[in-house]
């Protein structure tokens, strides 16, 4: 049998060929980390539109259906009253934002 035998001069060239390859990889997965998080921002913003657009198509359709075909007076208040208490909810909420809190980095404290 053969001895492995290292240099010193061989162990440092490969801790450093480590150490690198460990930063490299985690600077590709914040790179990664970033662009998903910006992706995710654009999609939320379509996603949300979708959803609202699909939502508001199917408050009309049901309320045209009730209102054609005569419902009764209960049927058509329901019908009429329960989207607009959602979005009088809604327009409420979003105008009665006062601050605007801006996200805190790393190691920053309140």
Sequence with gaps: MNALSVTPVQLLAGLGVVLVLLLVW?????????????????????????????????????????????????????????????ASYTLTRALMITTYEPRRGRGERR
């Design 26 to 86: 985690r600077a590709g997965a914040r790179r990664a980390k970033a662009t998903a998080r910006a992706a995710r921002s654009g999609v939320r913003l379509a996603s949300l539109a979708g959803r609202v657009v699909i939502n508001a198509a199917l408050i009309v359709v049901v309320q045209w259906v009730v209102v054609t075909y005569r419902g009764d007076g209960w049927l058509l208040l329901a019908v009429l009253v329960v989207p607009a208490l959602f």
